[in-house]
């Protein structure tokens, strides 16, 4: 029978194992490092969404208020063309105005 080998080759193969093992636990620590970095890039696009869905809501309320204002714009609007065309005097005013 054999012997399952010498001091010097045993020691040889421990350092062997011992150097995989570090390099193993080095790629661990990078992809490790890796992930983490990926799960704060994602916490922070979630938050920028977050952001972004907040500035849409205010400027939707924005533009509604102006549709609002638009609309009371075109009321009054009417509201002067008809008195213009009631009155004589009004309408002598507005085409001297505009001359």
């Known amino acids: 029978m054999m012997a399952s080998g010498t001091p010097d080759s045993q020691a040889r193969f421990g350092q062997s194992v011992k150097g995989l093992l570090t390099e193993k636990v080095n790629t661990c620590g ?22 972004a869905a907040r500035n849409m809501v ?7 208020h102006s549709e609002d204002s638009l609309r009371k714009m075109a009321i009054i609007t009417t509201h002067l063309q008809y008195h213009v065309e009631q009155s004589p005097d009004l309408q002598d005013q507005l085409s001297h105005l505009l001359k």
């Open 58 to 64: 205010l400027q939707e309320d924005a533009i509604l």
């Open 30 to 51: 990078t992809d490790v490092i890796a992930l983490t970095k990926q799960v704060l890039k994602g916490s922070r696009s979630s938050e920028l969404l977050g952001q």
